[in-house]
């Protein structure tokens, strides 16, 4: 059996990142939580995700333009984002 790459959720409130958790484990998928744009960055570094969830803003920044100059500087860059109007969540597809 295949195992998919976690999905990394990033979100200053704590409450959300488990809201999120919740809703992507129900998918058979494995979250990885973490609080800042600093942090995520760190996890990247050791770990491959499938996708990425993000609040716009986080404690240390903006996500979009940090996350997004993160991803031109890494040998595979997202292949698609998609912003959840309703949520102003960011997804980064992988």
Known sequence: MLRASPILIVSGE????????DHVSQYGLRPICCETIADAQALMV???FGAVLS??????G????????MF???SKGPSSLYRG?????LIWLL
């Open 46 to 48: 050791r770990q491959r």
């Open 72 to 74: 031109r500087n890494a």
């Open 14 to 21: 704590r409450d959300h990142r488990e809201k999120l958790a």
């Open 85 to 89: 109007e309703m949520t102003g969540i």
């Open 62 to 69: 903006d996500s979009r333009a940090v996350i997004g100059e």
């Open 55 to 60: 609040q716009d803003s986080v404690p240390d």
